[in-house]
């Protein structure tokens, strides 16, 4: 039988001889020791390298990949979740090795860890903003229909020549909430400001009860975004 004393002195011992050797060296050792199924000199040797903040990314990524991997065969799935989801965040593009397609429940727990990675889970009543640029989103929300823009113009222009000074044009500025689904939540919008009569922005305001919107994402998550909708008017010609 090994004695256990004998077994942390030799790993004790490699740690520091390995301390000074280069990360890629080190990588290249764990993965043969990992193929050895020598998992503790493994993880000895990857954890040399994950914890080097001065290692390239990449190779820091590769060693928690690697680490989750050992953790893996030794039975801890919640550590091995652990290292791959570290690996994610110091390098999203991380690429697993060959073994994770050969073992599907290991290939099964990375994939996981990727898509809760690319899917952060939000609040439901999380708000993005797009004032008066969008930020954290990776896509603003777009007008796809609803707001009748043409016949706003038509109606909005006889309107505006009831006016004596014949004005060139007049405008309101809009502050909404669009939901998951691209629709307005009903209490939100309010009025920035407006040049606009009264009734047209009535009008634009029940209108946007059934204007529809393609939704703010986040890593391809439909979110609720806060955002501002301006509507310029002119008056008719002829009239």
């Known amino acids: 039988m090994i004695n256990a004393r004998f077994v942390v002195g030799c790993l004790v011992t490699l740690t520091a001889e390995l301390a000074g050797q280069d990360d890629a060296v080190q990588l290249q ?22 914890d080097d903040r001065d290692a390239p990314v990449v190779e820091r990524a590769t060693a928690f990949v690697l680490d989750g991997v050992v953790r893996f065969y030794q039975g801890k799935d ?7 989801r570290s690996a994610l ?16 429940a290991l290939g099964a727990l990375w994939l996981t860890q990727v898509a809760a990675s690319a899917s952060p889970t939000y609040p439901p009543d999380t708000l993005f903003t797009c ?8 896509e603003g929300p777009r007008l796809i229909g609803g707001f009748e823009v043409g016949r706003m113009t038509a109606e909005a222009g006889a309107d505006l020549n009831q006016y004596g000074e014949r004005p060139d044009r007049a405008e309101a500025t809009f502050r909404m909430t669009i939901d998951t689904l691209g629709r307005v939540e009903p209490a939100s919008v309010e009025v920035v400001s407006s040049t606009l009569p009264r009734v047209m922005v009535d009008q ?5 009860q059934d204007a529809r919107f393609s939704p703010g994402r986040v890593r391809r998550r439909a979110v609720r975004v806060r955002l501002e909708y301006r ?7 002829g009239r």
């Open 29 to 50: 050792e764990a993965r043969h020791q990992l193929v050895l199924r020598h998992l503790d000199s493994a993880r000895v040797l990857l954890q040399i390298v994950h």
């Open 78 to 84: 919640s550590l091995a979740a652990r290292a791959f």
């Open 89 to 104: 965040a110091l390098d999203s593009a991380t690429v697993p090795p060959p073994i994770f397609a050969a073992d599907s």
């Open 131 to 138: 004032l008066p640029r969008c930020v954290g989103l990776d």
């Open 204 to 208: 634009f305001l029940w209108l946007s």
């Open 231 to 237: 509507v310029t008017m002119r008056p008719v010609e």
